[in-house]
């Protein structure tokens, strides 16, 4: 979510509020951490900084939000697009037990990794860092520079030198070397990549052609640095975790009733959440640097079918005829809004005719506002009666079309169950593209839509 300008600009510091109301002054606004970036997750905050994933929230925000929420203390919130799981680590903080439900295989991972109670010796990560180091130092200079069994991205990626550090650790974990800090340190080894790359890796392009100087020289010592502040950030944590508290995040898509089981249904209290917008932001290909190092994909058709295959509809590259034609006849189940899409897709559709290669945002359209009602519906079952959601979402504006997200969502929602409290503009969004010639010159902004069930 980009949030380069607020709207409203002083930060609420008093006590919860029921409802976050726009007319109150109860409104929450940008806090002093993470929010205020304009990619994603804070990278100071703990549990945050141990990955930098684009779209993400920063924690002090999300416990902003549901410090508002006036949800009691060991109830349960919800997250059904869980991302890296900063939903869950401010719940935990809060005193709340925790589920959420993420697409992406790695990030799921991460999210889960993040939310595990503390286990075993802490100071066995710093063991693990220096028997790491130590051996990579004794290892790398037998690295092959040739470098022929990595893909393409990532020999363009880093000099040599680094390349060859980052491929002995990497190696050296998957030998199980890491013990049982496996995780922790492939996660600790992923987040350095970007800090040492000498080549142009913001997100979400990582644009190898463009040559720039790495933030971080030294390889080891940052990868040192991150496994220690992995162990910080545990070290923060209560143990054992008290009894009450339930923290899960199930790798799954959201749209799938299936992906929800372990949760009884109307047993949660409440939801925050940030879906995907509907602006063409691909987070497979986001994340394809970390996906090609580890070895999870080698090509873009891999990526497609381990990242994409439980992702919503969000990106003209995933549409195709057929989802949007079935998303089309679903839609029909949920009264006027229905209408309201249609109209925009064949919006979007003369305009896609009027070009020579038009992109089929007409198809995307639908398709994923059929995705958000399963969502919605799904997440209307886990919900207890009253239990307030509340979703960070932006509108958008393909070809210049405007697409009302926040309002067709609240529509979508009044059909299964939840009444709309307040849709509240948060910060202008797009305004780093604001003097390209080509592009269309509607507003955007970024909203926080409130929900009741
Ligand atoms: C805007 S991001 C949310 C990021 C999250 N708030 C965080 O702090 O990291 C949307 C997330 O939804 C995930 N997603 C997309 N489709 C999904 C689905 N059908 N089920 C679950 N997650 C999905 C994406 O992979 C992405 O991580």
């Given amino acids: 979510m980009s949030t380069e300008h607020a709207l409203a600009s002083t930060p609420e510091t008093t006590p919860a509020a029921r409802s976050l109301r726009a007319d109150d002054g109860l409104l929450p606004v940008a806090p002093a951490s993470g929010r205020g970036r304009s990619h994603g997750t804070s990278s100071s905050e703990a549990f945050d900084r141990w990955f930098r994933y684009p779209a993400g929230f920063a924690s002090d925000y999300v416990s902003l939000l549901l410090s508002r929420l006036d949800i009691p203390g060991g109830s349960v919130i919800v997250d059904p697009f869980a991302g890296s799981g900063v939903t869950g680590t401010s719940a935990r903080r809060m005193g709340y037990s925790f589920f959420g439900i993420e697409a992406h295989p790695a990030i799921a991972e991460l999210a889960a990794l993040k939310l595990q109670p503390k286990q075993g010796n802490l100071d066995e990560l710093t063991k693990v860092a220096h028997h790491l180091i130590k051996r990579t130092k004794q290892d790398a200079t037998n690295v092959d520079l040739s470098f022929s069994s990595e893909t393409d991205l990532v020999r363009r990626c880093f000099a040599p030198g680094a390349l060859a550090q980052l491929v002995t650790l990497r190696e050296l974990i998957k030998d199980g070397e890491a013990g049982n800090w496996l995780l922790h340190a492939k996660w600790a080894l992923l987040s350095t990549l970007r800090d040492v790359a000498a080549v142009r890796v913001g997100w979400p392009y990582q644009n190898p052609t463009k040559a ?211 849709d509240h503009p948060l910060r202008r969004r797009g305004q780093r593209w604001a003097q390209n010639a080509t592009r269309h010159q509607v507003e955007l902004s970024e909203r926080l839509l409130t929900l009741r069930r």
């Fill in 212 to 422: 720039r100087k790495a933030r971080f020289s030294d390889v080891l010592s940052r990868f040192e640095q991150r496994l220690s502040w992995m162990r910080d950030d545990l070290l923060e944590l209560t143990s054992p975790q008290p009894k009450h508290l339930k923290l899960e995040v199930v790798h799954g898509d959201s749209t799938d009733e299936g992906s929800w089981t372990s949760l009884t249904n109307g047993s949660a209290q409440g939801c925050v959440s940030s879906p995907p917008y509907l602006n063409n932001f691909d987070y497979a290909d986001a994340t394809r640097l970390e996906m090609y190092f580890w070895g999870d994909a080698g090509s873009w058709a891999e990526l497609c079918s381990t990242v994409r295959s439980k992702m919503i509809t969000a990106t003209t590259q995933q549409s195709s005829v057929g989802a949007a034609e079935a998303a089309s006849q679903q839609l029909r189940n949920y009264g006027d809004v229905a209408k309201r899409i249609y109209d925009v897709a064949d919006e979007l559709k003369a305009e896609r005719l009027a070009r020579k290669r038009g992109k089929e945002y007409d198809r995307v359209v639908p398709d994923y506002f059929a995705a958000i009602a399963k969502v919605l519906t799904n997440l209307s079952s886990a919900l207890e009666p009253g239990a307030p959601v509340v979703w960070l979402i932006g509108d958008s504006a393909p070809y210049g079309v405007y697409v009302d997200t926040p309002s067709i969502i609240a529509e979508l929602a009044g059909q299964v169950g939840f009444t709309t409290e307040d």
